[in-house]
């Protein structure tokens, strides 16, 4: 999980944890403050340290690498 957590930083959103299983957390990631702020729905693959995340687009996969930095993008 330190990649995500690390993502969440290098973005400075917020993490919030709803949820997890042997295979997968999810939750939100929040983003800004105040009037500002966006809530994105995500679910994060253990095994494969891929992040999926809602966005104003539809539905992208960001594949990460251990210092929580995106190595490959793609559409959901």
Not at 36 to 61: D, S
Request: glycine share 8%.
């Amino acid at each position: 999980m330190k990649p995500l957590v690390l993502y969440c930083r290098w973005q400075e959103a917020r993490l919030r944890l709803r949820g997890r299983d042997e295979t997968a957390v999810w939750g939100e990631l929040v983003f800004g403050a105040g009037e500002k702020m966006v809530k994105r729905p995500f679910r994060y693959i253990l095994a494969t340290q891929e992040l999926m995340l809602e966005t104003e687009n539809g539905r992208v996969i960001l594949e990460l690498d251990e210092m929580g930095v995106v190595i490959q993008e793609r559409a959901a």
